[in-house]
């Protein structure tokens, strides 16, 4: 299910990639600083959360398990 949310922003900032197979989305091209600033946005929308500045790293969101755990620091109580 969360997953399925990430893939969901992530198609809407980025063209069309197969997000589950890369395991480095800046360096195969995916997405660049300024989409993750974008996907923040999306994110943070979708899932209802703020995500700090301190985690808007690139290494945060590099490939769908990286996005998978940011997100799950903000989901969990």
Same mark, same amino acid.
């Not at 301190?54 to 998978?68: G, Q, R, T, V, Y």
């Given at each position: 299910?969360?997953?399925?949310?990430?893939?969901?922003?992530?198609?809407?900032?980025?063209?069309?990639?197969?997000?589950?197979?890369?395991? #480095?989305? &800046?360096?195969?091209?995916? *997405?660049?600083?300024?989409? =993750?600033? $974008? +996907?923040?946005?999306?994110?943070? !929308?979708?899932?209802?959360?703020?995500?700090?500045?301190? #985690?808007? &790293?690139?290494?945060?969101? *590099?490939?769908?398990?990286? =996005?998978? $755990? +940011?997100?799950?620091?903000?989901? !969990?109580?």
């Amino acid at each position: 299910m969360m997953e399925e949310k990430i893939v969901k922003a992530l198609e809407a900032v980025c063209d069309e990639s197969d997000f589950k197979t890369s395991e #480095d989305f &800046l360096e195969d091209g995916i *997405i660049d600083s300024f989409q =993750i600033v $974008e +996907l923040v946005g999306e994110l943070e !929308e979708v899932f209802d959360i703020e995500i700090s500045g301190d #985690d808007i &790293l690139p290494e945060n969101f *590099i490939n769908l398990s990286a =996005i998978c $755990e +940011l997100i799950s620091k903000y989901t !969990e109580d």
